[in-house]
């Protein structure tokens, strides 16, 4: 293998997650194949849009990569390719995943078998020309990286001959979005660009037309659905640990919860934080000392659990003073449960200090050394 397609070999099962099963790939198929994530992705949406029956292609296949997926969810896929070698591989890599059942291979030439193949929609990712494609300040999708033909063309194809209600380009991520406006098939007044995203790296753009193309009315309103659905999963309490999720419940409200104090506990790195509500301190400030000794106990212990879990000792909560002497519940609240915690965030103590309850302690906070600095 080529030293340059090193980092291409690093990859390669996120372009094919059962690559140690027989998977093959060329040189040009290793910078060729859409990342599987992605690759998916682009099939259910074709589904969500155009339903589980229906019939895709892809005219310029190479190893596979959206073959496979568009097989796993459509009824049917089209694959063409015209180099035999690839189309070896091809074979045998939808074999691998299972799916050569429901995959007609056609080796040629696309735009000489175009007239003779039917299909709901069309996955469009000819080759980008090589990786020096990225080093073009921007991707003309009329010269399509040297290959004798634009997109505009390909389009055109797509919603003629072929008779599909969708079309799928997937393009490099340098393309100018006002040249994709203008190879709008005739009679589409709008399409799709989506940003693919694989660990905070941008691997191309999207380009949805047809069926598939989702309006601006109904990208705002899926924008306000999500946001109202983020607003919902706030709601509930959850107990984080550095392991994981430790715990989780939904938060009750406020008629049920009563004189309840409600407790969040939440653990990261070697300490932990306990964040009480300052509204429920300030009404268990009045509780009876008895009550609030019992629900310190049940903290103590709840916090003990948790910390155990972690192969960590729990540190002590002191017991409620007495009632004419008992301090803001907040205030203990905000103390740390292991001394590293307090170490570590010296600042966030000192934001939650009281203040000084008698003329003495004011004046020893006006000495040098009497308040804590950042």
């Not at 010296?346 to 939650?352: K, S, T, V, W, Y």
Request: proline content about 6%; hydrophobic content about 40%.
């Amino acid at each position: 293998m080529d030293w340059k397609l090193e980092k291409y070999w690093l990859q390669r099962y996120s372009l094919f997650s059962r690559f140690d099963e027989g998977i093959q790939v060329d040189d040009q198929g290793w910078y060729s194949v859409t990342p599987e994530v992605i690759a998916a992705h682009h099939a259910r949406r074709a589904v969500e849009a155009l339903g589980p029956d229906c019939v895709a292609c892809d005219p310029f296949a190479g190893a596979g990569g959206n073959v496979i997926q568009f097989a796993l969810h459509c009824a049917r896929v089209v694959a063409v390719e015209i180099d035999e070698g690839r189309m070896g591989m091809l074979r045998n890599n939808a074999g691998v995943y299972g799916v050569a059942g429901n995959t007609t291979f056609i080796r040629g030439d696309f735009f000489q078998e175009v007239q003779g193949i039917k299909a709901d929609v069309v996955f469009y990712s000819p080759p980008w020309g090589g990786p020096e494609y990225a080093q073009q300040p921007v991707y003309d999708v009329a010269l399509m990286g040297g290959q004798g033909f634009g997109l505009k063309k390909l389009l055109d194809l797509a919603f003629g001959p072929m008779g599909a209600s969708a079309a799928i380009a997937f393009l490099p991520r340098n393309c100018d979005l006002k040249q994709l406006a203008a190879t709008l098939p005739e009679g589409h007044s709008y399409c799709e660009v989506e940003r693919e995203m694989v660990n905070n790296v941008c691997k191309g753009l999207t380009i949805y037309y047809g069926e598939l193309a989702r309006s601006p009315t109904q990208l705002r309103q899926q924008e306000q659905q999500q946001s109202h659905g983020q607003e919902e999963v706030e709601v509930a309490a959850m107990v984080v640990a550095e392991n994981g999720v430790v715990a989780a419940g939904a938060a009750r409200p406020e008629a049920e919860q009563g004189a309840e104090q409600q407790e969040h506990e939440v653990q990261q790195g070697h300490g932990a934080e306990l964040a009480g509500q300052q509204a429920a301190g300030a009404e268990a400030a009045s509780r009876p000392t008895a009550e609030l000794q019992e629900e310190q106990q049940q903290l103590q212990e709840a916090v003990a659990q948790v910390v155990q879990q972690q192969g960590q000792q729990p540190a002590a909560i002191e017991p409620a003073p007495p009632q004419a002497e008992q301090q803001p519940l907040q205030a203990a609240a905000a103390k740390p449960l292991h001394p590293a915690a307090a170490e570590q965030q010296p600042a966030a103590a000192a934001e939650h200090e009281t203040e000084p309850a008698t003329e003495a302690a004011a004046e020893q906070k006006k000495r040098p050394g009497g308040c804590r600095q950042q």
